[in-house]
């Protein structure tokens, strides 16, 4: 009797040691990737202006999109609409910025331009191709009514997003 | 494509890379190709087309992968236009790979390489040295022909007062030995010269084990100034200040 209650108990212990947590493990790489391929500088033509324009002595900055999953995601540009830091500014600013679409490694995506959404500062363009394309923000500020901007280093930000559609 | 990719073999196109500008108006219809010719047969071996009909005018950067294709199939190429619009600023650059072990007509290198093979420069055949006379030159007996070795035997036999012309009987014919670079030879030719050496039989002298102190003793505890010495240091005094005084004196004149 004793021995058949010692052969259950064990049976028992071994099926409980069969129980196994299985772990499912993955990683997601990313199929949309910012890159800035050129920092921009402002130039300062008249003393109230700021501008990114070459013809104002300023360097346009440049964002690279590389998209892997054509159509499944929108870029979004964000232009200046402050000063991440600067000199004390007591008067007005008002901010001009447009992007458009510089260099594509498509024919296609050339239609990203004329497909662009633009509301306040923000430009979205949907990626519909995959490949490669390179836009270019551009950024102008003026200071209050002609006053001249007080002398020290001024710096924007251009946020550039690659949301998931 | 000759003068665009460099004249090795073992050449293969990996990738072409090309840019160009586009101007035009967005309604009209304007294509662009990019191709090159099949440099082994018909029809090309390349072929890209951008679209730009409907499209604004852009630049564009474009890279496209071939998969190493060998480079004697590239011909020439060409980005070609039809519609309306224009293209500026092209370039066209090709990504290549160089195989260094399907190189042809010139030796492998590259020691990884599974036709590699070791070559080894020209090196002059010296005269094999039959193996039954390297025994007597490690015996410090010179290799003769054997006419003279004959002849030498009979010299090195005789008793007495022939020695001397036998050794240089040895040393000329070691010098005329077309062996004279061998290893063994060489090493036979400098024992033989070691002893020739004179009086080398002192280098293998040996002393008698035990201490040997100093014999030299000063018998009375005194050592006097020589006399001898001390006339020459009274001499080299007078003729020196005959010289300072003969110096003086002329400077002196002189003023």
């Not at chain 2, 018998?219 to 003729?239: C, F, H, I, S």
């Amino acid at each position: 009797m004793f021995n058949k209650i010692a052969f259950i108990m064990l049976m028992t212990a071994s099926l409980g040691a069969l129980a196994e947590d299985v772990i499912i493990r993955g990683n997601v790489a990313s199929k949309c990737v910012i890159h800035t391929d050129r920092a921009g500088v402002y130039g300062n033509p008249t003393p109230d202006t700021l501008s990114t324009a070459t013809a104002d002595g300023g360097v346009t900055p440049v964002v690279r999109y590389d998209v892997v999953s054509a159509g499944s995601y929108k870029a979004v540009i964000t232009t200046p609409s402050s000063f991440s830091s600067s000199p004390i500014l007591d008067d007005v600013i008002s901010w001009e910025g447009s992007v458009s679409v510089s260099e594509v490694s498509d024919a296609g995506m050339s239609a990203y331009t004329t497909n662009k959404r633009v509301y306040n500062n923000t430009s979205e363009f949907d990626l519909t191709i995959a490949g490669t394309v390179k836009f270019k923000p551009t950024s102008k500020a003026e200071y209050g009514y002609g006053k001249p901007f007080p002398g020290g280093e001024y710096r924007a930000i251009v946020v550039a997003e690659c949301i998931a559609l | 494509m000759a003068n665009v990719l460099p004249n090795v073999s073992g050449l293969s196109i990996n990738a072409v890379i090309y840019r160009y500008s586009v101007e035009k108006v967005v309604s009209d219809p304007f294509i662009v190709d990019i191709q090159n010719k099949n440099a082994r047969g018909d029809g090309l071996i390349f072929h890209s087309r951008d679209d730009w009909s409907g499209l604004p005018g852009n630049r564009i950067n474009r890279v496209i992968g071939v998969n190493g294709i060998d480079a004697s199939y590239w011909g020439d190429g060409e980005i070609r236009s039809s519609g309306i619009g224009s293209i500026s600023e092209a370039s066209l650059v090709y990504a290549y790979t160089r195989d260094s072990c399907a190189e042809t007509g010139v030796p492998i290198v590259d020691t990884k390489c599974p036709n590699y093979k070791i070559t080894l420069p020209d090196i002059p055949v010296l005269p094999v040295i039959p193996e039954v006379l390297i025994p007597d030159l490690i015996s410090d007996k010179p290799y003769v022909k054997e006419s003279e070795e004959v002849e030498l035997s009979k010299e090195l036999i005789k008793p007495s007062g022939k020695k001397g012309r036998a050794d240089s009987k040895i040393s000329k014919i070691i010098t005329q030995n077309s062996l004279i670079n061998s290893d063994v030879l060489q090493k036979a030719v400098a024992f033989e010269a070691l002893n020739n050496i004179p009086k080398f039989e002192l280098y293998s002298f040996t002393m008698n084990g035990g201490v040997y102190r100093d014999t030299v003793k000063l018998q009375d505890g005194k050592l006097p100034d020589g006399r001898r010495g001390l006339v020459n240091t009274w001499a080299q005094e007078e003729l020196h200040q005959k010289m300072v005084d003969l110096q003086y004196n002329s400077n002196k004149k002189g003023n």
